[in-house]
C-alpha cells in the first residue's frame, strides 16, 4: 500500500468482452492508494470508465455478475435495419436505471468518451452532454451495435481510430498516467479459479450465444457448406477487430506513452464472450497487482 495518494489519469481501452478486467484494474488501482482524477476511455473502456466517475461501478459489477441465461436472453434485441446486428436499447435501459440522466461536465472527475464519425471518419473526443450518449457511441463496435448518433453525427466504437485513448490525458494536471491495455502480447497465462456456480453459469451463458450466434447468421444470410469448427462467424469477425486495434496501437503510442502500462493478454477471451465477467474481472486484479508491485515510482 502506498503511503502517499498520487493523483492519475487513467486510460481504459477497448478490447470487446475483455474490458471487463478494467474493473479489476480500477479496484486493484484505488486499493494501491492511486486518486484517479480523469478518465479517458474507447468502447468497454468508455463503459467502465463512465461507470467508476458516476459511481455506479459497483452496482454494474453486481449486475453484469448476476445475469443468468434468461436476463441475458432478454437484453438482446436484433436490429433489422442493416447498420447493425443488435439495437442495444434494452441493455442501455439497463444502464440508464444505473446512471440516469447524468451530464459529463457535473461528474466528480474529467471524464472522455472517445468515438468514432462514420462519415467524416474522424476521432472524437466527448467531454460533455449526457454520460450514456456518450457512453452508448462508443461502445458501438462495427457490424454488431448500430451506430448513435449524437448532433449530425453517427459514431461508432472508439476503437476503430484509438483503443488506448491517452492524447485526451496529455493536458492533466495530475501525477501519472496508467493505461490499462486490452491487446497485450503477454506470452504468460494466468489460471483464474472461479466457483464452481460460476462455471455452471458460463456453461449455461455458452449454450445462449451459440443460440444468438445461429440466429444472427441467419439474418445476415450466412451460409457455410462445411462443419461449423472453431472459427466461426463470430471469431473471425472479433479476431479482424483485434488485429486492426492491435495496428492502430502501435502507431497510437510512439507518440504519447504512459507512466505505467498494464497489459491485458489480447488472447485472455474472445472479443465477444461477454459471458466471463467474473473471470475477466479477476484476472483485472491480478494483473493490476503484479504490475504496480513491480514498479518504481518516482520520487516527489
Known amino acids: 500500500m502506498m503511503s502517499k ?14 474490458g471487463y478486467t478494467h474493473i479489476g484494474a480500477i479496484e486493484e488501482i484505488l486499493e494501491h492508494g492511486y486518486d484517479i482524477k480523469s478518465i479517458s476511455g474507447s468502447s468497454m473502456g468508455a463503459l467502465v470508465g463512465g461507470l ?4 455506479k461501478l459497483e452496482e454494474f459489477r453486481e449486475w453484469v455478475l448476476t445475469l443468468d441465461l434468461f436476463d441475458v436472453a432478454k437484453l438482446v434485441d436484433f436490429s433489422f435495419n442493416g447498420m447493425g446486428i443488435i439495437q442495444g436499447d434494452r441493455v442501455f435501459q439497463e444502464i440508464e436505471k444505473m446512471i440516469g440522466d447524468v451530464l459529463i461536465e457535473d461528474l466528480p472527475i474529467f471524464y472522455t468518451a472517445v468515438a468514432t464519425d462514420i462519415i467524416k471518419q474522424k476521432e472524437v473526443w466527448i467531454q460533455k452532454g449526457k454520460l450514456l450518449d456518450a457512453i452508448r457511441a462508443s461502445v458501438a463496435i462495427p457490424t454488431i451495435f448500430t451506430p448513435k448518433k449524437i448532433s449530425e453525427r453517427y459514431l461508432i466504437d472508439g476503437g476503430v481510430l484509438n483503443p488506448l485513448p491517452i492524447a485526451p490525458t496529455v493536458s492533466d494536471d495530475t501525477d501519472m498516467t496508467i493505461a490499462v491495455s486490452l491487446n497485450a502480447n503477454v ?10 456456480k460460476e462455471l455452471e453459469k458460463k456453461s449455461k451463458m455458452q449454450e445462449i450465444f451459440f443460440e444468438m450466434k445461429q440466429k444472427t447468421e441467419q439474418l445476415l444470410s450466412f451460409k457455410d457448406d462445411k462443419r461449423v469448427d472453431e472459427m466461426g462467424m463470430f471469431d473471425i469477425m472479433g479476431r479482424t477487430i483485434d488485429i486492426m486495434q492491435n495496428a492502430v496501437l502501435e502507431c497510437k503510442m510512439a507518440g504519447y506513452a504512459p507512466d505505467i502500462i ?13 459471458n466471463r465477467a467474473c473471470e475477466m474481472i479477476e484476472l483485472g486484479r491480478v494483473i ?13
Not at 5 to 18: C, D, E, F, M, P
Request: net charge positive; glycine share 12%.
Open 262 to 274: 498494464i497489459g491485458i493478454p489480447h488472447n485472455a477471451c474472445g472479443f465477444y464472450e461477454f
Open 288 to 300: 493490476t497487482k503484479e504490475t504496480l508491485r513491480n514498479v518504481e515510482l518516482p520520487k516527489y
Open 5 to 18: 495518494n498520487r493523483q492519475i489519469s487513467l486510460v481504459l481501452g477497448s478490447g470487446g468482452a475483455r
Open 187 to 196: 506470452t504468460k497465462e494466468y489460471k483464474i479459479d472461479i466457483s464452481k
Open 52 to 55: 467508476y466517475a458516476c459511481g
